[in-house]
């Protein structure tokens, strides 16, 4: 490392903790030699047992070192039994083994930073998994870095233990950084997961239209009915551990376990209610936008009959107008796929206006008066309108040159084919004439 980086705060290791008369763990541990000076190594040891004492929980031990394991459990929420049937919705192709509980380890990391990448640390790891009809909560804290290793060993063992990993937004992010971690250590393997269930992206497709946000504490307060009082910003996280390394107080840490803590028992809730609306939506869903959400999951599974029965409830339960165009836009695709020309042209016919969709309409029910009903007059009629709906949009402003020159590229092409599909007969009674 050259000269000039040796000065930068961010490249320097933070310090072990020195005392102070003020401080309460004051006196430090005595001197092992004449000089009066304590060894680093024993002023490091000396904080890690005040954490352990400020944090409760119990020291345990590995192959690879010391490491802080806080343990409780929580009656609520209570063991969830989720059915296989809405697990292939989000999982396809994955082992039936995903449906027994038993099996899940629900995960959240706390890290010192948020942009990944080597490194980053993951210094906190919550756990945890059903047990006695509740949540069994398991955090495992690295005091230090030196204890990195004997973590994510403690970590491995778990996993062994229960290989169905459940987490929210942990594909994206907690996984693939604590496979990083494991990399980095070289001595100890990365576990091997049975499954992977990540609840972000089915939250977003339930939710994310309602609040405008599919964040796990939003999720809480406005689906679930929980409410956590008062927590922490996670942005503030890195620095408090940076702050706790560089011998500033360990009480804030408390505030970072809580927040883990209600991470892990707010990620078990929601699977619950999410695995609970994918099994029976018709019966459990609150509103047309849960309809409409699931809806979309099996449409994506191809699943295509009940989506199909699902969109039609959700148009039912009146939808924000965005939201049930896009449905109806999806029923008519399910309809065309089943062969029911007669509601997917209806569809159609009542979306055909100046946008996006509108277009798409115009588009449909040309593709099907010319390939399917073979009335290249009545497709030639679509055409013209949609044409004639572009102009009188671009001369108004309602559309920009870009996207309009791309549609009309598209109408024109195919009313060219239309028309010499339409002269085709003509030269076709022409030939054969003496």
Known sequence: MSTSYRSLKAFQRPQPRRFAESDSDWPPPPADDESGSIPPAKVIQTIKDCVAQVLGGRVKSNQYGDYLSLRCWSAQPARFLPDLRALKLLMPDSVNEIADPESWLFLDTETTGLAGGSGTYAFLIGLAWWEDGGLEIEQLLMRDYDEERAVLSALRERIAEHPVVVTFNGKSFDWPLLETRYRMNRRIPSPTLRAHLDFLHPARSLWRLRLGSAKLSELERHVLGWDRGTDMISGLIPQIY???????????????????????????????????????????????????????????????????????????????????????????????????????????????????????????????????????????????QALDQLRRAMQTGEIAQGPYLEMKAKFDHRMGRLERKNKQPCLDVLAVEP
């Open 242 to 384: 940076f702050n706790y390394l560089r011998g500033g107080p360990r009480e804030p840490l408390i505030s970072v376990l809580n927040h883990n803590q209600m991470d892990l028992r707010g990620l078990a809730l929601l699977s619950s209610r999410i695995l609970s609306l994918l099994n029976n939506v018709e019966n459990l869903g609150q509103d047309g936008l849960e309809l409409f959400g699931v809806s979309r999951i099996c449409e994506k599974r191809r699943e295509d009959t009940r989506a199909r029965n699902l969109y039609e409830k959700s148009i039912a339960a009146i939808l924000p107008a965005a939201t049930d165009r896009a449905a109806r836009r999806s029923l008519a695709k399910l309809a065309k796929r089943q062969g029911d020309f007669k509601l997917a042209c209806e569809l159609w016919q009542a979306a055909l206006d100046n946008s996006r969709h509108g277009y798409e309409a115009y588009e449909q029910l040309a593709i099907y008066y010319e390939s399917k009903a073979r009335d290249f007059g009545k497709a030639r009629q679509v055409v013209d």
